[in-house]
């Protein structure tokens, strides 16, 4: 059966036209769906019982179960969520003093295989659809019963691997009549698939781009990340001058501290250089550990005196805020050792 939430507003119109309906209905459902956020058809109550009867028979709602919900002092909580081909999805909400963000992952395992990554010890199981997206965001307002005013696209899996369903999915949540988080208060995070930072800049979405730098020059870049094998760091930065001047957005840049690896001076002069004179801005998160990773974090000093250095010459930096690492809902930490497949 379908997912009534892997349609957008417009090609739900269609569905119900399909269905011999009118077209406004679809605008009734979409509101039902994301504002109203029911869980069954019966609860749309301003639909005649012989169209609720109809969608019963040709739609599911996807509904997720939590099948584990961690929660940590800071008031990160990790959710696992039962999918229904027996897979699990893992979704982070964290509290910042300007709201609440959600991490939603794209996919179930990533092919990426970036060392410092606890993702990459997953098998690559599947894409997301957009409604397995979105429901992530549904499930947990519903479980908290609050609204996320943010999203980021940095859970399990390669937004850019899965292009078409991510699209859709920010144009859901974007969508006025429905979720109505402003494009700018969601974020795309990709390893740095060229091609699709082209794409995304003529979407006409006003969503911040992140890029995972993580190293400043081939060499190093190439044995954190395999991606660089196939897109260089010079292309890559020539379509992030290319995206700002074609969406007039601020592009943003991770980059992940491991000691001794990548957190000198020398880097920190390296990356003034790459990105002088960008529209961007440098997150500079300390590294987490994985189990039998290589990479370990930087010290505080290393860090901060990374960020002034960063800072002092011009480049905008800031330290990201480590949350939930106790209950391994840190960057990088997502993976499925609850679920032992
Ligand atoms: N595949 C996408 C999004 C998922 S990862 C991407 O690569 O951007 C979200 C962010 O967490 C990325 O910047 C990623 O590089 C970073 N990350 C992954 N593992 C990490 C770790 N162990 N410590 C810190 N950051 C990590």
């Given at each position: 059966m379908k997912n009534i939430k892997d349609f957008d507003l417009d090609?739900?119109?269609?569905?119900?036209?399909?269905?011999?309906?009118?077209?406004?209905r679809a605008e009734q459902i979409f509101k039902w769906l994301y504002?109203?956020?029911?869980?069954?058809?019966?609860?749309?109550?301003?639909?005649?019982l012989e169209l609720r009867e109809k969608l019963k028979q040709n739609y599911t709602m996807c509904n997720y179960k939590i099948l584990k919900k961690q929660e940590s002092p800071d008031g990160t909580k990790k959710y696992l969520f039962?999918?229904?081909?027996?897979?699990?999805?893992?979704?982070?909400?964290?509290?910042?003093?300007?709201?609440?963000?959600i991490c939603v992952s794209s996919q179930i395992g990533c092919k990426m295989g970036c060392k410092f990554c606890a993702s990459t010890g997953i098998k690559f199981v599947r894409n997301l659809s957009c409604g397995e997206i979105v429901e992530q965001l549904i499930a947990v307002e519903q479980d908290t019963n609050s609204k996320v005013s943010n999203i980021v696209f940095m859970g399990i899996g390669e937004p850019f691997d899965n292009y078409e369903n991510v699209i859709k999915a920010i144009r859901?949540?974007?969508?006025?009549?429905g979720i109505n988080i402003g494009a700018r208060h969601i974020s795309v995070s990709t390893s740095g698939i060229v091609p699709r930072i082209y794409d995304l800049a003529n979407e006409n979405i006003q969503c911040t781009l992140s890029i995972s730098?993580?190293?400043?020059?081939?060499?190093?870049?190439?044995?954190?990340?395999?991606?660089?094998?196939?897109?260089?760091?010079?292309?890559?930065i020539k379509a992030c001058k290319d995206y700002i001047r074609i969406t007039n957005r601020r592009v943003s840049f991770e980059?992940?501290?491991?000691?001794?690896?990548?957190?000198?001076?020398?880097d920190a002069k390296e990356l003034v250089k790459l990105l002088r004179g960008m529209l961007c801005h440098v997150n500079l998160i300390p590294i987490n550990k994985i189990e039998n990773g290589e990479y370990n974090k930087s010290?505080?000093?290393?860090?901060?005196r990374f960020r002034d250095y960063l800072n002092e010459n011009g480049i905008v930096a800031t330290i990201r805020r480590e949350l939930g690492t106790d209950i391994d809902a840190a960057c990088g930490q997502l993976r499925r050792k609850s679920l032992n497949k």
């Open positions: 090609e739900l119109k269609n569905e119900l036209i399909g269905l011999g309906e009118k077209a406004f504002i109203e956020k029911v869980r069954e058809f019966d609860e749309m109550t301003n639909l005649s039962d999918v229904l081909d027996e897979n699990a999805i893992e979704t982070v909400l964290m509290e910042y003093h300007h709201g609440k963000t859901i949540i974007n969508n006025q009549k730098l993580h190293a400043t020059n081939d060499e190093k870049r190439s044995k954190m990340m395999p991606v660089n094998n196939r897109y260089k760091i010079e292309d890559l980059y992940a501290l491991a000691k001794g690896n990548n957190d000198n001076i020398e010290t505080n000093e290393n860090i901060i």
